[in-house]
């Protein structure tokens, strides 16, 4: 089992800061990927930033030199820096993890935090 728990959204003006973060709990469940999506009102939830199996980071091409991906050693704290925010980066952020348990493979969402950009 593995619980995933946001925070940090908020509301912020363009050209702004937020961190996000993303609390991992996990029983028996070795986590081999993770990372944070966004979805937008009317969107299709897409990929932000993660890290994948071997341990190297993806960005969307929309936040490659504004947003940074990062974890604690232990993996059990996620984050997303997120700078300069435009206002086509207002959604709600997930934040997701992969791996695989006793009972086999699975995804994991957490409840999402709400980033919104306005002046």
């Known amino acids: 089992q593995v619980q995933l728990v946001e925070s940090g959204g908020g509301l912020v003006q363009p050209g702004g800061s937020l961190r996000l973060s993303c609390a991992v709990s996990?029983?028996?469940?070795?986590?081999?990927?993770m990372g944070w999506y966004r979805q937008a009102p009317g969107k299709q939830r897409e990929l932000v930033a993660a890290?994948?199996?071997?341990?190297?980071?993806n960005y969307a091409n929309s936040v490659k030199g504004r947003f940074t991906i990062s974890r604690d050693s232990a993996e059990t704290t996620m984050y997303l820096q997120m700078a300069s925010l435009k206002p086509e980066d207002p959604a709600v952020y997930y934040c997701?993890?992969?791996?695989?348990?006793?009972?086999?493979?699975?995804?994991?969402w957490g409840q999402g935090t709400q980033v919104t950009v306005s002046s």
């Open positions: 997701n993890a992969e791996g695989r348990g006793s009972s086999g493979s699975g995804t994991y």
């Open positions: 996990r029983s028996g469940f070795s986590i081999y990927a």
């Open positions: 890290f994948t199996s071997g341990g190297s980071r």
